[in-house]
């Protein structure tokens, strides 16, 4: 059963930089599309980025351009590197799959989630 990591989270200041990595243990994860998703206090969990298997990347508008999604088949991680932080981007992130039926197939649990890493942007 692969366990997802999260890990690299803190606190920085407005325009700070932080790189998150996500470990999936026990697994080759490669030939899934991997996502990052972050859910702020009192919010929604939601997406923000995805990697398919060949390293191809989607970004939502409010983390494009400052956000950068990658991914290391070799050693089942995936990292988000980012940049120029906002305050509102505070939030708990979680990285996943894209869809319950790969989250069954990757982890064996229709509904997991890892721990998630928070990252705090407070001058």
């Known amino acids: 059963q692969v366990q997802l990591v999260e890990s690299g989270g803190g606190l920085v200041q407005p325009g700070g930089s932080l790189t998150l990595s996500c470990a999936a243990s026990g697994s080759d994860f490669s030939r899934y599309t991997m996502a990052w998703y972050r859910q702020a206090p009192g919010k929604q969990r939601g997406l923000i980025a995805t990697i398919t298997g060949g390293g191809r990347t989607i970004y939502t508008d409010s983390v494009k351009g400052r956000f950068t999604i990658s991914r290391d088949n070799a050693k089942n991680t995936i990292y988000l590197q980012m940049s120029s932080l906002k305050p509102e981007d505070t939030a708990v992130y979680y990285c996943?799959?894209?869809?319950?039926?790969?989250?069954?197939?990757?982890?064996?649990?229709?509904?997991?989630w890892g721990q998630g890493t928070q990252v705090t942007v407070s001058s």
């Open positions: 996943n799959t894209l869809s319950g039926g790969e989250r069954l197939q990757l982890t064996g649990k229709y509904d997991y």
